[in-house]
């Protein structure tokens, strides 16, 4: 391998594990937030100890979000100070605004959410949650629209070799990031519906205690789980409208098109492969659909089972199934995402600067000591983190530690077992 | 009005983030056993997350008004960053994880993990501030690197002296002697303003094009962002009296 593949893979796996963390969080947000006014709006305490069983889930896999997600915000300007030079001027200013307006305020009230539970008046502390969703699309917002720009970048000027930014506003509602958006945060509440519905199942199945919660708990997910998937479908296939004409041509196999948009770009960029790698196009973009039509088809069907009470209370088979679902969104996430940046290749920004320009002026030792080191780790944390999610899943609320005593009364556990 | 910006992140990354490296370097000095230990991490809890995104917001900010020495900073200093990253995320995890499970060697395995980040952050950042400050490279730049290592270990027990009761409070405050917890925390903040400021004023700082947009933007939203912290320390202004979520 080159050292520019060893740099792309080693973005690709960063931004990838970021990218399943971040659908799930972003969709049990929503959930976890909805819950939760529910509770605080009736005191009812099954929909407390829903909160609380729901947000502990949330925070396991949030926790490995924020590590992928900041090493990967460090890696631009690590092994990509090629693009940070000549493209910094541009999407550097959604980046910007990303930390500071959206993850800067998620992070302050994720903190003031988790330790403030029964610390906080309920009011405020519902209020935490709602901001930290919020922010949460604020920050998928803006970071879309950093990406929409290398997708299809607008609203700049190229001066003494660097792009400089002209139109902000054209760069904001840049249809490429705008339809990514609704997109992913689609593609996160399907995410976040069928795991708790898939969840739910475990229980019900297993006739743990709790039943009420997770039969709860188990429509709620359902009942978002059908709609998004319908929402996430029509607006990727508006994206299909945004595709660059060397990925739309790569994507239909039609060869004369191929050959058109090929020829196409040599005429402007001169000579040179100029096409993404079929292969990994076509892969992901089947993965994303078959991985639909199962979710359409599933959900639908769940829909439907869901008003019977006999169905939700012991029809194992269905039971099964649906906690079988839980890692087909993810999936499917990471399907589109291959989808999307493999058929930018050869560019780092369409049309303007390729990979390999790029790259940092790194060595291939260099790039072979960071890969290898940020995958150990990374893979070693990863499989925890999901292990550590499962059995917290599986355990169910009575092991819930989230919330359950204000945050500063002395502990009751011997102190050997803190 | 840029390098003020920049400046105000970045010197709120090294006061506050700061304390909580700190915390970490002299984890096993203020707890000996883990419910210590835990009670320990309970003094910079609320605040690790609103923390770090400090460092966060300095690389958005890099990124936005100083993307050329963005790119060069740290592709630059690949060596240090790498570790930097490793260990922030090492330090992080151990955090998080010390408690998801029960038993003394899968917690103490997550000490030693908040143990050796912290230790990891205080050393990347001492040899990356002494490479821009004094241009060192190589096994010298350790020599001012533990230096700064120090002053973030000082800068941390001083942080547990005021968030800490009892003997972990009288272990924390073991440097200060009797010069008042407030100032020595005061001092030792002064001391990583100092060598950021020091460190700043040797970096090649001309804001990029995009600052006329993005300035009056992060101006506009500073006053919110700091005043969602100082809810945070209003709400966890009090001593620790017990365990917290991690």
Known sequence: ?418 | MEIFVLAFFALGYLVLGGADIGVGMTLPYLGRDGGERREVIAAIAPFFLGNEVWLVSTAGVLAGLFPELEGELLSGNVAVVVPLLLSWVARDMGLWLRGRLPGVRWQGFWDGAIVAGSWGLALSWGVLLSDVLLGLHGPVALVPALLVAVVFGTHGLAFAALRLRGELRQRAAVLSGGSGEARTYALTAAALVGIGVLAGLRLPLTAGPTAALLTPVILAVTPLLVASQAWVWWTFRHRVTGPSYL
Not at chain 1, 80 to 92: D, K, P, Q, R, V
Not at chain 1, 196 to 223: N, P
Not at chain 1, 327 to 334: D, I, R, S
Not at chain 1, 353 to 364: G, I, N, Q
Request: hydrophobic letters at 55%.
């Open chain 1, 1 to 418: 391998m080159e050292t520019v593949d060893l740099a792309r893979l080693q973005f690709a796996l960063t931004a990838g594990a970021h990218f399943l963390f971040v659908a799930l969080t972003l969709g049990l947000a929503t959930l976890v937030a909805v819950v939760q006014t529910w509770a605080t709006l009736t005191r009812n305490p099954v929909h407390l100890r829903m909160t609380r069983f729901w947000g502990q889930l949330y925070i396991i896999n949030y926790a490995m979000g924020i590590a992928t997600g900041l090493v990967m915000e460090f890696q631009l300007g690590l092994t990509w100070s090629g693009l940070t030079e000549f493209a910094g001027n541009t999407f550097g200013a959604s980046l910007a605004i990303e930390t500071l307006v959206a993850f800067f305020l998620e992070s302050t009230f994720l903190g003031l959410w988790i330790f403030g539970w029964n610390k906080l008046n309920r009011w405020a502390h519902l209020a935490a949650i709602w901001v930290v969703t919020l922010t949460a699309y604020a920050s998928a917002f803006w970071i879309l629209v950093s990406n929409g720009f290398l997708q299809h970048p607008v609203g700049y000027e190229l001066a003494d070799g660097v792009l400089r930014l002209t139109d902000f506003g054209a760069m904001v509602a840049n249809p490429t990031a705008q339809v990514a958006f609704f997109h992913v945060l689609g593609g996160a509440m399907v995410t976040g519906g069928f795991f708790m519905a898939g969840v739910s199942a475990y229980h019900l199945r297993r006739r743990t205690a709790e039943q009420d919660l997770f039969r709860k708990s188990l429509r709620i997910g359902v009942g978002v789980a059908l709609p998004a998937t319908l929402f996430t479908a029509t607006l990727g296939g508006l994206g299909f409208e945004t595709l660059q004409p060397t990925k739309a041509a790569v994507w239909s196999g039609d060869a004369a098109r191929i050959a058109a948009a090929q020829a196409e770009m040599v005429a402007a960029h001169g000579p040179g492969d100029y096409l993404p790698p079929s292969g990994w196009v076509h892969a992901g973009g089947l993965t994303m659909m078959i991985a639909f039509a199962v979710m359409f088809f599933f959900s639908g069907l769940s829909a439907v089972l869901m008003l019977f009470r006999p169905a939700v209370r012991g029809l194992r088979v269905w039971h099964w199934l649906l906690t079988l679902m839980i890692p087909v969104p993810f999936l499917a996430m990471l399907g589109g995402w291959v989808f999307r940046e493999m058929g930018r290749q050869p560019w780092a920004v369409y049309g303007l600067l390729t990979t390999a320009e790029a790259m940092s002026p790194l060595t291939e030792t260099q790039m072979r000591v960071s890969l290898t080191a940020f995958v150990t780790v990374f893979a070693v944390l990863i499989v925890t983190n999901y292990l550590l999610l499962a059995r917290a899943a599986r355990r169910g609320p009575g092991a819930v530690t989230l919330g359950d005593r204000p945050i500063d009364a002395p502990s009751t556990e011997p102190a050997l077992s803190l």
